[in-house]
């Protein structure tokens, strides 16, 4: 009788097992979502400031390296203050007496290009810096959207708030317009470690419709991380996407003054 019902016992103690099992899994952390954020309206107004300063003659484009150097110290801008789920978020237009623009000249077009982002980063979790040569994934805290997509549409946000650029488009370009400028990046590096300061490394270019380069710049920007976790860690990269796009804005403002 007793070795009848084995299988039947051993059917129950499965199914224990499997039920500790699942006890266990609903202990387990809650995932936590971020997302790059807004500049406050004390920075946007840096920025704008920034981007509106006067620049000094633009150099030949023979030249590229030496067309940006007054871009890259056209200012920077203060960090995003960190928030429970944070993101790469625009800066808003400065208000003027003409309208929501920090550029006097006629608006002109503008189109992204693609941008380029490491395999590395091709991931929801967020990645960051660990001791030696290691490369760390969070567990439980993740980006809310792919980070190359949340980069993208930020900066855009930020460059539209600081020029007068109608219409900033992305590519592929909609049918029949190319933009009278194109920004082409390739971002190398985008993470950093907790508690420490995040890095923002990328090749990028200007480009006029027929494909010239106009300026050109390989730019490293480095944020402290004001505390440890992973909002102020997001929010320091929101302000690396922010002094990225004022390096942008004024390069471009050297084209159209």
Not at 11 to 26: F, H, I, P, S
Not at 78 to 99: D, F, L, Q, W
Not at 186 to 205: I, K
Not at 234 to 256: H, P, Y
């Amino acid at each position: 009788m007793f070795v009848r019902n084995r299988p039947v016992f051993a059917l129950m103690a499965l199914a224990a097992g499997v039920l500790v099992l699942a006890a266990g899994c609903g202990k387990s952390a809650p995932t936590r979502y971020y997302t790059l954020t807004p500049m406050t309206g004390v920075q946007k107004a840096g920025f704008a400031d920034a981007v509106s300063a006067p620049m000094g003659a633009v150099p030949n484009a023979q030249t590229p390296a030496g067309a940006l150097a007054s871009a890259a110290t056209a200012g920077s801008v203060a960090k995003t203050p960190a928030s429970a789920n944070t993101s790469a978020a625009p800066a808003a237009t400065a208000k003027t007496a003409e309208g929501p623009t920090a550029q006097s000249g006629p608006c002109y077009s503008l189109g992204i290009s693609p941008v380029e982002f490491p395999v590395y980063l091709d991931r929801t979790q967020i990645v960051t810096q660990g001791p030696g040569n290691q490369m760390q994934l969070a567990d439980f805290d993740q980006w809310v959207e792919p980070l190359h997509e949340n980069f993208k549409r930020i900066l855009m946000d930020n460059l539209a708030g600081s020029l007068c650029v109608k219409p900033l488009v992305l590519f592929p370009w909609p049918a029949g317009m190319r933009p009278e400028y194109q920004v082409a990046i390739q971002v190398q590096r985008f993470d950093g470690a907790l508690g420490q300061e995040a890095v923002l490394r990328a090749n990028w270019s200007i480009l006029n419709p027929a494909g010239d380069v106009l300026f050109w710049k390989a730019a490293t920007l480095r944020e402290p991380v004001a505390g440890p976790g992973y909002a102020p860690l997001a929010a320091a990269q929101s302000a690396l996407v922010a002094r990225f796009g004022q390096e942008v804005a004024a390069a471009l403002k050297t084209l159209r003054p």
